[in-house]
């Protein structure tokens, strides 16, 4: 009904309604971005880790730290798991967590801000000094009408530095500083905005532009069974996770750090004493013969680089099966994903299991049909090793069921959310770490 009713109003009306409604939430909450050293985390990859990686290396350097993301919210000690199912939060929602930030004494508080938050303004009532660009691929094209919309939307947090003002904290003023990645070739659409200071991160050997204050390199990248190893400087940093995308968001959180004055040791040892991220990556172990890997990928970059790293990282031998469980996001997230999603399970794994995601009001048979689509154009059958079931608990089941001693069962698309997105803006309670584990225990 909201999103009905929504078609119907100007879009300068409703701009107009979103501005005023950011505008008052910061008058309401008498303006707690002011109070701190606030870090922008945007770019279509590795957001939610490069936010969690400076909210570590900032606690490990002393400070106190407020953190939100897709992945969890934080507050000085305390910490849970984003169950907003919204990636940045409603302006009223983020100025009432910017103020118990305050109230519980937080220096920082790094805040993923996502395209869609910044086309809806939520964005508007924050004073930003550091602005981080991660990456960019096409995604959320639909909600944005084009790829160079999408673009332009990541653009405004950087726009945004010049036109909020320096803050004065502990009798000094905060500079405005751009970190961005160097190694993307989108990298000059987000450097040429006014700052203070700009520092870039990369892989060793490439270019580096002139406008940058310092670049943060890696160097001898090592992906091993255990994690993935890389040099900055004379440190070797030793990550207990995987991927290369990981040394990206790993050099991201470095170089805020480096931007912030704090030592290249300290980013050491916050960064090697990280476990896991939640849903990223992350291994559900309740003693079966099997790997269970639950992660949130739920585009098809995200998902390369995920497989990527599976082969890379040796975690399944080549001579046992890949079982992945997936489906597609509804709600105006990107239809086109859908079939390409198919082709690229059907191209890396075994077997396909079909499954609902986050259908919100769209058909879920839909969903499932145009990604299966995608799966028997990659060369898979209906019921030899392709399977469509709608019950995502179910599809998890029939995906266990399929391992023997020494395959991967990959669950993608949910990763630690707390909720399916289902019709009439109704959200079913999930976790899939837990399903998966109590499926597991369940069949002991």
């Excluded at 969690?52 to 939100?68: D, K, P, Q, W």
Aim: some cysteine; aromatic content about 8%; overall charge positive.
């Amino acid at each position: 009904m909201k999103q009905t009713i929504k078609k119907f109003i100007p879009r300068k009306i409703l701009d107009n309604y979103h501005k005023s409604l950011a505008l008052g939430s910061k008058l309401a909450y008498l303006n707690p971005s002011q109070k701190m050293i606030v870090i922008g985390v945007t770019g279509t990859n590795g957001k939610s880790t490069t936010v969690f990686m400076i909210a570590r290396i900032l606690e490990e350097a002393g400070y106190r730290v407020g953190a939100t993301s897709t992945a969890l919210f934080k507050i000085g000690d305390k910490e849970w798991l984003n169950d907003k199912k919204m990636t940045m939060l409603g302006r009223n929602e983020l100025q009432k967590i910017l103020r118990d930030m305050v109230s519980a004494g937080c220096q920082y508080a790094v805040i993923e801000t996502s395209s869609e938050g910044i086309k809806q303004y939520r964005h508007l009532g924050v004073n930003y000094d550091v602005a981080v660009f991660t990456n960019l691929t096409p995604e959320h094209l639909e909600a944005h009408g084009s790829f160079e919309n999408y673009k332009k939307a990541k653009e405004e947090l950087f726009a945004k530095l010049k036109y909020d003002g320096h803050k004065e904290i502990g009798g000094k003023k905060i500079d405005k500083i751009i970190v961005a990645n160097t190694d993307d070739e989108h990298i000059k659409d987000f450097i040429k905005y006014q700052a203070d200071a700009k520092y870039g991160f990369g892989l060793k050997g490439k270019s580096q532009d002139g406008e940058l204050k310092a670049k943060v390199e890696a160097d001898n990248i090592v992906l091993g069974e255990q994690g993935v190893s890389f040099d900055v400087y004379d440190f070797k940093i030793n990550l207990k996770l995987f991927g290369q995308f990981n040394v990206y968001n790993a050099l991201s959180a470095i170089t805020v750090a480096q931007s912030q004055g704090i030592d290249i040791s300290i980013c050491k040892s916050a960064l090697e004493k990280i476990e896991n991220i939640p849903g990223r990556m992350e291994f559900i172990n309740e003693g079966q013969n099997f790997k269970v890997l639950v992660d949130y990928a739920p585009e098809p970059e995200s998902l390369r680089q995920l497989y990527d790293s599976i082969n890379k990282h040796n975690l399944v031998d080549h001579s046992r099966k890949i079982i992945h469980v997936l489906g597609s996001c509804g709600g105006g997230r990107d239809r086109a994903r859908r079939p390409v999603l198919g082709r690229l399970a059907a191209s890396h794994s075994d077997y396909v299991v079909i499954t609902n995601e986050d259908p919100y009001d769209d058909d879920p048979q839909e969903i499932m049909k145009e990604v299966a689509e995608g799966a028997q154009a990659g060369g898979k059958e209906i019921n030899k090793n392709l399977f469509k079931i709608l019950d995502r608990r179910e599809a998890i089941k029939k995906a266990m069921s399929l391992a023997v001693a020494g395959d991967l069962v990959l669950l993608t698309g949910k990763g630690c959310e707390q909720a399916i997105a289902v019709k009439g803006g109704q959200k079913i309670p999930w976790d899939e770490r837990q399903v998966a584990r109590e499926i597991l225990a369940a069949a002991k």
